[in-house]
């Protein structure tokens, strides 16, 4: 779908990422601020100008340094969404969403206005202006207005970052909606946990302008060695899930995964819906046998695989419980519990612990 | 005592002569004015210090100064005024239009200013979304830029054009003040102070000046006030 391989210097720093992501999905790229998430999203848009290196999309070369090519932003068909919206304050919602529209060739839309004026729920807020638009709404708009131009790829630069957790459920699930209704590849420039556990299907991680690991969700964030890029709080892995029974009585949801079943609170979804939970290092307790009368919902038969210790003299266990799973604990669990890799122990995580995407990537309203 | 409130022909003729001159003088130097005002905000190449100098030139020089100049570039036997008149016919000595040069001259820099601050104001960013919704340089200049820039051409075109009505001194310097032809409110108010008993209609002159002058600022306000609701929705 699209393959980078760029380098760029911004004064001392130097942007060199390559990668490429699949046919269609959101790929998000993760890094901290000050990573270039930014700057490579800009190349890709033709807003910048890489020193060297190539961009193609869909076949299409956008960008060659080899063979001088650099097609103009205008006709890239790239539709950027940016984190401050930018919608044109002195034409109308409707003049703003077809102002790009008006552009292209009729036969080669394959997204009518009815269709996205309808998808984003956007209908009333046409004869508006942006001044007069919630911070959600001004998003949905600016989403709308580049998906009119029937992009081939759609570029994201952190569209959430400027809401409130409310108005970012005004947006979110309509992106989400986007690759499955609209069969359209995202690249998605986030520092968000929650929107990677929400929305991507693959992730490029970023660090000093290097991409230096790409692949799914689950992979790339369960990497023990990746740990410090979640934070010290959110270190973690990510484990992909199949509702499998939802239990009123209990109060929990059973979550099918490659080692068992997770259990969370009870949560909205149909059966059979696909489900990703992330479990923090630190919510993770060992114990070398199977407790019982405990509290806790969620004991997992695990081997030890590696100890090792964190740059905050803590220690990180790598546990394989069918999956990865990471659990943090202090140098004196580490002597009283004498643990050594192939050691089988038992994983201890609270239900009310977990974090869940929403199913399907789609959070439920309420 | 009504027949106070009706112009005489010499006031009609000075009062229409100085709207169709500083009329002429604002329109024709909008465009360039405009360019000017983009390049000078968003390019940066080498003696952009004295094209700035150049368009300022006017706000600090005498007016005779330039009133003079014109007329050594653009009088009859001027530098670029006698291949003009051969060329293609075109005179600006001692007739309307060269009054109008003159105006344009001194109100260019006011027009200038107050547009090159509003370009400064806009922000790229929008340009920049302009460009990969799929609009090209030129497209995003006429629907993105200028809409954004009104304010500041309103502003400026005010300006100039009440900067316009009051040129006297490049006016009578380069076209002279003939009757008709150059004599703008100015000059006929400057021509009545001079002969005995001129001072009855120096002093209406003067109140017309005063009338006209605040009604291109009323306009100027209403027009700006529209425009900023207009983008509040």
Known sequence: MLEIKVKKRLGSFIVDVAFSTGVAGITALFGRSGAGKTSVINMVAGLIRPDEGYITVKGRRLFDSAES???PPEQRR???IFQDGRLFPHLTVKANLTYGMSLVPRSE???????????????HLLARRPAKLSGG?????????????SPSLLLMDEPLASLDSARKGEVLPFIARLPRELAIPILYVTHSLDEILNLADMVVLLDSGKAIAEGSVE???????????????????????????RDEASGLTALRFAGGVIKIPLFDVPLGDRVRVRIRSRDVAISLSRPDKISVQNIFPATVEEVAETAESLVDVRLDIGCPLLSRITPAAKADLELTPGQQVYALVKSVAISRGSSNGIEEEN | MMELLILTPLEAE?????????????????????????????????????????????LVLPPVVIGYVLLILLGRKGLLGEALYNALGISFAFNWKGAAVASAAMAFPLLVRAIRLSVEGVDQGLEAAARTLGAGPARVFFTVTIPLVVPGILTGVILAFARSLGEFGATITFVSNIPGETRTLPLALYTLTQVPGGDAGALRLCVISVIVAMLALMASEILTRR???????
Not at chain 1, 113 to 122: F, H, P, R, S, W
Not at chain 1, 138 to 144: D, E, I, N, W
Not at chain 2, 43 to 55: A, E, H, M, S, Y
Not at chain 2, 227 to 232: E, F, L, R
């Open chain 1, 69 to 71: 090519i650099d097609i």
């Open chain 1, 78 to 80: 790239c539709g950027y």
């Open chain 1, 109 to 123: 839309r394959y997204v009518s206005y009815d269709q996205v004026v309808e998808l984003l729920g956007i209908g």
């Open chain 1, 137 to 149: 709404e001004k998003q949905r708009v600016a989403l709308g207005r580049a998906l009119l131009t």
């Open chain 1, 219 to 245: 992979e790339v964030m369960s990497r023990s060695d990746l740990q410090h890029f979640a934070g010290n709080r959110d270190a973690g892995v990510v484990i992909g899930t199949q509702v499998e029974k």
């Open chain 2, 14 to 58: 000075a009062l229409r002569l100085s709207l169709w001159v500083s009329f002429w003088a604002v329109a024709a130097s909008l465009p360039p004015g405009v360019l000017a005002a983009w390049v000078l905000a968003r390019k940066d190449f080498p003696g952009k210090t004295l094209l700035d100098g150049l368009i300022h030139l006017p």
């Open chain 2, 227 to 233: 425009v900023a609701t207009k983008m509040k929705g």
